[in-house]
């Protein structure tokens, strides 16, 4: 009999001490729970995206960013034409859920940009304005003598910017996908689901606008950083559906 009062103590201070650590840990959530989760914080990102195309598509503002190709062009001054937003669902785990949302937007400006090089150099040129998504018509400036003395590119001065969000929902992700938004070439960041907040998709819009570069400090580059083990999914992806809004 006397050592039940120390047994019950004992019970009491395990107890105790279990309680205070499930106060600390997180709830366990179901694999449903967690990809239900990312899926809701994208279906929030494209409908905000949304809206904030169509504001910007009435406002046209002109962005504060100088797309380069190389010392050959820079394009400054171009305004906000107009963007729309995508999305595509699939069949995982028993679920439909978003496979991507992406947003497209063009910027532009009304004055062609002219270009005189060298002949030596018209293949480079031609090259590198191909590879950075130019459009622009090329014509030969010939002497007398039919001989060519430059090569003219007439460049239109526009440039396409995207934005992907890919889930992981393997990995529990979102990578997200800049292309040619603050420069002529592609970023991927890596976000945690709820990284994808309202705030992140606020820089982004001042990203695209070239307000701030906060949103590129939100994430870590692609593939940097340890490893990660995948999550168990018991099915294999299957595509069903895509939907595409207009663009406006």
Same mark, same amino acid.
Request: proline letters at 3%; aromatic letters at 6%; zero cysteines.
């Given at each position: 009999m006397a050592d039940k009062p120390a047994?019950?103590?004992?019970?009491?201070?395990?107890?105790?001490?279990?309680?205070?650590?499930?106060?600390?840990e997180s709830p366990r959530r179901s694999m449903e729970e967690i990809l239900l989760d990312m899926d809701q914080r994208l279906w929030r990102a494209y409908r905000w995206i949304d809206e904030a195309l169509a504001h910007l598509g009435v406002i046209k503002p002109v962005v504060a960013h100088e797309f380069r190709v190389e010392s050959y062009l820079t394009l400054s001054g171009l305004q906000f034409e107009q963007g729309f937003v995508s999305y595509r669902r699939r069949h995982l785990a028993g679920q439909e859920l978003l496979d991507y949302v992406e947003l497209f937007y063009r910027l532009s400006s009304t004055k062609p940009v002219r270009l005189k090089v060298q002949p030596t150099a018209v293949a480079e040129v031609d090259g590198r304005?191909?590879?950075?998504?130019?459009?622009?018509?090329y014509e030969a400036e010939v002497d007398e003598r039919k001989v060519i003395k430059s090569g003219?590119?007439?460049?239109?001065p526009a440039v396409t910017g995207s934005v992907r969000f890919n889930p992981d929902y393997r990995l529990h992700g979102?990578?997200?996908?800049l292309t040619n938004v603050d420069r002529l070439e592609t970023v991927d960041l890596e976000f945690k689901p709820e990284q994808v907040d309202e705030?992140?998709?606020?820089? =982004?819009? !001042?990203?695209? %606008?070239?307000?701030?570069?906060?949103? =590129?400090? !939100?994430?870590? %580059?692609a593939g940097v950083g340890a490893g990660k083990k995948p999550a168990a999914i018991e099915?294999?992806?299957?595509?069903?559906?895509?939907?595409?809004?207009?663009?406006?």
């Open positions: 047994a019950s103590s004992l019970l009491a201070r395990l107890r105790q001490q279990s309680d205070a650590v499930r106060a600390t304005l191909r590879t950075a998504g130019m459009q622009f018509r003219i590119f007439t460049v239109t979102i990578n997200v996908r705030g992140a998709l606020e820089d =982004l819009v !001042r990203l695209v %606008l070239g307000e701030s570069n906060a949103f =590129l400090h !939100r994430a870590p %580059l099915e294999p992806v299957v595509y069903r559906i895509e939907k595409t809004i207009r663009s406006r």
